[in-house]
Structure formats: C-alpha cells, structure tokens
C-alpha cells in the first residue's frame, strides 16, 4: 500500500499566496510565495500544489515566474494549476519546473483534452481538480472557472469519466467547504474514492489535524490538502505530518 501524502497547496492571485474563503479571496498572505515554500520544504511536505486563481490572465507571466522561481528552491514535486487549455500550456509549465499539472475548466469543456494530455504527458503528470458545490435537495454539482459555471455534471459521474479518459489522480475540493473551517466534505469524498481506482487528494475545509486524519480514514483519500491552515501555525506542516503518524497512519 502506498504512503498517504501531505500536500500544502499555494493559492495564487496575480502572483501573490492569497486567502480562499469559498473561491473568494479574503486577503494577502504572502506577497512574495518563496517566503511560504521556504517554510514548506524546510518542513519536508511530499508535494506543493500552485494554483493560479487570477480572474484574468493578464499577470499570467508573474505565476510563469513564481513556478520557475519555485522549481529552483522546492526539492519536492511541483503540480500546477490554473488556465491550463492546451498541450503547449502544460508544456511550458513543465518546462518552468513542474512535475504535474492540474486541469479543470478546460477539462469539462473540452474532455478530450485529458486523453491528449495523458497520451503526450503520462497519466501520471495528469491531475484534473474537480470543484464541487451542494445543491438544496443534498447532490453535489461539478462547477469550473474558479466556481462561477455550473456545469450540470454529477461529481461521481464525472470522476469516472476523466479515470476513463486517462487522469492519474483527482483532486476534490468542495466550494463550501473551502475555507470554512469544518472539515472535508466525507460524504462526498467517500462517494468519489469509491467510485475510482485512481488517486484522490482531498482539499477544502481542514481547521484541525483531526480534519487530514478523516480525510484518509473515513474519506478514503490516498493525500490531504489544506492551503489557509498551513500559513498560520508554526510549524504546520511537522505538527500535522506527526499527528498523522499518531492516528496510525502511514505517511511519508
């Protein structure tokens, strides 16, 4: 069996490492991102994510230079995200120094794209981020761009459908829960690592350590995400990584 990852993950808005409350972006944590890798790698994380969140692309060329700058200092795998359309995208980012790449709206609109991806690229560069928001009557919804479109797709559905068409992992973040402090959403990510063969990191919501713990033991994830909880407590990545091992669990 393989060891379960811990992944902090940067959310980046025109360059900076922002806060995420429900895909709004409260404040600036971190105008320069090497300041929180620093800490990341010092703390041996198994992986960084990079998203870039910007409304627009018009600072595009900042979070080329974040990852480039990234790659250089991180000695962990790299996995970016945002405005990923095309082949040359994910080419030119793998250039700059990541080692996977993270797609979602243009996954939906185009599914295609992750079977030309993952015949150019390896399944294993290939990571498609599904957005999921709660409807009245309890089902979830899948959402793209930054969680404005709905998209009328079942989460489960769609996780099946993108291990089909050749993604290597799935990494679920529930809009809700994003930066509300109440944990994964379980019954969601219980339904979606029980539909698939493949990976799924578990994003959205950790306030405590006990929230990573849930996420693999009740989840069923194979890693777990946070982004906020990580900028703000000393430590945060050891802390976590040993309350991990303390519940039992194998991690790297």
Not at 166 to 173: K, M, Q
Not at 176 to 184: H, L, N, P, T, V
Not at 209 to 233: C, M, P
Request: proline fraction near 2%; glycine fraction near 8%; charge should be neutral.
């Amino acid at each position: 069996m393989l060891k379960k990852r811990l992944i902090p993950v940067l959310i980046l808005r025109d360059g900076m490492v922002v806060q995420s409350v429900r895909f709004k972006h409260t404040n600036v944590i971190h105008w320069k991102p090497l300041t929180a890798v620093d800490f990341f790698d010092r703390w041996a994380v198994d992986e960084i994510i990079v998203l870039d969140v910007s409304r627009n692309k018009k600072q595009r060329n900042k979070f080329y230079q974040v990852v480039e700058e990234l790659s250089q200092k991180c000695f962990v795998p790299l996995t970016v995200g945002g405005w990923i359309d095309s082949v040359n995208e994910i080419r030119k980012l793998l250039r700059l120094g990541g080692d996977k790449v993270v797609i979602n709206t243009e996954a939906v609109r185009r599914p295609t794209l992750i079977a030309e991806c993952a015949q150019v690229f390896g399944s294993q560069c290939i990571v498609v981020s599904i957005d999921a928001r709660m409807k009245e009557d309890g089902t979830c919804e899948v959402y793209i761009d930054r969680g404005q479109e709905a998209t009328g797709l079942d989460p489960v559905g769609w996780a099946r459908e993108v291990q089909k068409l050749g993604a290597g992992e799935i990494f679920l973040n529930c809009i809700e829960r994003d930066g509300f402090r109440q944990g994964y959403e379980l019954g969601l990510l219980q339904q979606v690592t029980a539909a698939v063969d493949i990976p799924v990191i578990a994003m959205g919501g950790v306030f405590s350590w006990q929230h990573l713990v849930d996420g693999i033991t009740l989840g069923g994830a194979e890693a777990v995400a946070a982004a906020n909880i990580f900028h703000y407590t000393e430590h945060s990545t050891k802390k976590a990584k040993d309350y991990l091992r303390q519940a039992g669990i194998d991690v790297r």
